[in-house]
């Protein structure tokens, strides 16, 4: 896609939590020098001199990486360039660099024609209302100008070192799958399980932008079929799965069912609690009800916050909680680690507590956990530049209505005695997102039938 005017972008590519785009329609070399020019001028106004810059593996990213750190360059930054690793990676090179900025090149779980960057300030998410003062920075032409110097450093060795150091060697033997998805946990997974006790399958190591093997997201469980059937043949302990750029975690447990998130923060949270009782822990407002329940049984302070990884971590900061995450698998670690969505520091610490169950197995464990119905997150496509006045509209006719919901992040429908329904407007990909929980599978049709009456009122769908 050519632009006319050379500090004009496509602003669809701004999103709440990052930057992410088409590459090559929306996102080209052009808007990644932009960018960078705009961000780089951020942080030179904010006196800092250094910035860190990664990428995944997706076909488009050494052209956009390239263009991003010609802009960087450009105002006068020292760019510390760590090549191709996890956005987690980034992350750490970005933490142990004093008074710097970070950003990837990634689309993270997305198809493999998207790219797009994900940045912090100061070991801060770079996010909201910020990433639309960069597009208004880029639209002014306002940067400032000096000239720069490259370096590039290897951290995987380090890197790798971290996420070790919690692991305790004295537990017992696991079997563990890791699917890494053809996404950059094939740089790190190899090196890290060949210092692990036990035994280890990995599947597509190969770091492949054309995703051979399956879709990046490994928050959808069509997506872990072959994951399922090695951990099944196998009799492993657990499986293991990553998104394209490492940062979301897919388990699957010794009985080949998908543990999602919501049901595994509180198993994080029990050994947590062990030092910070009564600690404050955080999920997105698509979790399950059973998170609240468990958090409040083992002492713990649950709180619903905003979908978004990058939401998730504020909130924690403001709260001093030492364990965030969202249903789509970014799991935040403060306690021992620096509070960012570490997919492959959560496997381990996962690991850890599988290997130190001491009068049950981790499956005894999860097979303890409440059951409720709910659906899968149903993902209704809507253009970018629809779903956000889609979900006012809706919020409006609710109002009409005199029914109650809850607006923390789009719309919840609460019924008190047996469920909720939720609609709200995806911050990566041009959909809406919907799920549904109830206490009974005909509450769950009833809510689901209601909620997405809602919806067709505003916008046409089909109910599935």
């Given at each position: 896609m050519s632009l006319p005017d050379n500090r004009t972008i496509d602003n669809s590519i701004l999103r709440a939590a990052d930057i992410r785009g088409v590459a090559g329609l929306t996102l080209d070399s052009r808007t990644a020098e932009l960018i960078g020019k705009a961000f780089g001028t951020i942080l030179i106004r904010q006196g800092l001199k250094k910035v860190v810059v990664g990428g995944d593996g997706r076909l488009s990213t050494p052209e956009l990486s390239l263009a991003l750190i010609k802009g960087l360059l450009s105002c006068g930054l020292n760019v510390t360039e760590i090549g191709c690793?996890?956005?987690?990676?980034?992350?750490?090179?970005?933490?142990?660099?004093?008074?710097?900025?970070?950003?990837?090149?990634?689309?993270s779980h997305n198809p493999k024609e998207y790219n797009g960057f994900k940045m912090l300030v100061n070991r801060r998410s770079f996010c909201a209302e910020n990433i639309q003062k960069l597009g208004?920075?880029?639209?002014?032409?306002?940067?400032?100008?000096?000239?720069?110097?490259?370096?590039?450093?290897?951290?995987?060795?380090?890197?790798?070192?971290r996420l070790l150091q919690d692991f305790r060697s004295d537990g017992k033997e696991l079997t563990v799958i890791w699917d890494c998805g053809n996404g950059t946990a094939g740089v790190v997974v190899p090196d890290l399980v060949g210092r692990l006790p036990g035994r280890h399958i990995i599947l597509n190591e190969k770091v492949d932008g054309n995703f051979p093997a399956h879709a990046p997201d490994s928050s959808k469980i069509e997506n872990l079929t072959e994951l399922r059937e090695t951990v099944l043949r196998e009799k492993a302990d657990l499986g293991l799965a990553f998104d394209g750029d490492s940062d979301r975690l897919g388990v699957i447990d010794a009985d080949g069912n998908l543990l999602e998130t919501d049901k595994l923060l509180p198993i994080f949270a029990e050994e947590i609690l062990k030092t910070h009782p009564q600690a404050v822990f955080i999920a997105d407002i698509k979790s399950s009800k059973t998170f609240s329940e468990e958090i409040a049984r083992m002492g713990g302070k649950p709180l619903i916050w905003r979908t978004g990884h990058s939401f998730i971590k504020q909130k924690m900061r403001e709260t001093n909680s030492p364990l965030g995450g969202e249903m789509s698998g970014h799991i935040c670690f403060a306690d021992k680690y620096y509070g960012f969505d570490d997919a492959l520091y959560a496997a381990i610490r996962l690991l850890d507590i599988a290997a130190h169950q001491q009068q049950e197995t981790l499956q005894d464990r999860i097979n303890r956990i409440p059951q409720t119905f709910a659906t899968p997150e149903i993902q209704i496509p809507c253009p970018d530049s629809e779903k956000f006045l889609c979900i006012a509209k809706i919020k409006a006719e609710l109002r009409k209505?005199?029914?109650?919901?809850?607006e923390t992040d789009g719309i919840k429908l609460v019924f008190p005695s047996s469920g909720w329904g939720?609609?709200?407007?995806?911050?990566?990909?041009?959909?809406?997102?919907?799920?549904?929980?109830?206490?009974?599978?005909?509450?769950?049709?009833?809510?689901?039938?209601?909620?997405?009456?809602?919806?067709?009122?505003?916008?046409?769908?089909?109910?599935?």
């Open positions: 690793g996890p956005t987690p990676m980034l992350y750490f090179a970005a933490f142990m660099t004093e008074d710097s900025g970070g950003i990837m090149v990634t689309a208004e920075l880029i639209e002014c032409g306002d940067f400032e100008t000096g000239k720069g110097l490259l370096k590039r450093e290897h951290v995987l060795a380090h890197y790798t070192d209505k005199g029914l109650f919901y809850d939720l609609i709200r407007a995806s911050n990566t990909s041009p959909c809406l997102v919907a799920r549904c929980e109830a206490d009974t599978q005909e509450e769950l049709e009833r809510i689901k039938k209601i909620l997405f009456q809602q919806i067709k009122d505003i916008y046409p769908i089909e109910i599935k």
